[in-house]
């Protein structure tokens, strides 16, 4: 009989390799924090390890991680508003990935982006902010295609709205 853990590691650390960047980039637009999304990233990951055999036999297995990102980090954010009393969350302004962006702006998508509801806050960012098709996005987040468009849809009218429609 042959030991199949060196297989089972190796699967997942192709796994780990392959999507880690991706599931922290997707952690950070989810919770607004560079250190809370490595954090969220790190618990979805050792979560995904611990659960390889569920996460392998599911149809998309990087639709299911994802959904584990967005459950921790949208778990990790309520937590925070409560512990905070609902007080803003302060972010630091240290995104070198835009560049054609003043600090203001970055902060203020920040903003406009917690202000959003959960799910569509997810939407917006799973379809625009990692380039994932509706379909992708209906899969990770396990509604249907048609209520990924109507809440993307929704949340970039809401964006629009609380960025007073200055171009970006």
Known sequence: MTDARPAVAAAFEAFFETHHA?????????????GTADEVAADALLATWTQWDRVCAADSPIAYV????????????????????LMPM??????????????ADVLDVREALRALPPRRRACIVLRYGLDLSEEEVARTLQISPGTVKSQTSKAAAQLRGLLGGRPR
């Open 22 to 34: 991706e599931l922290s980039r997707l952690a950070y637009l989810v919770t607004g924090s560079s």
């Open 66 to 85: 994802r959904r584990m990102v967005v459950n921790i980090g949208t778990s990790r954010v309520r937590r925070t508003i409560h512990e905070r009393r």
């Open 90 to 103: 302060l972010v630091a302004a240290d995104d070198e990935d835009a560049p054609d962006l003043t600090t």
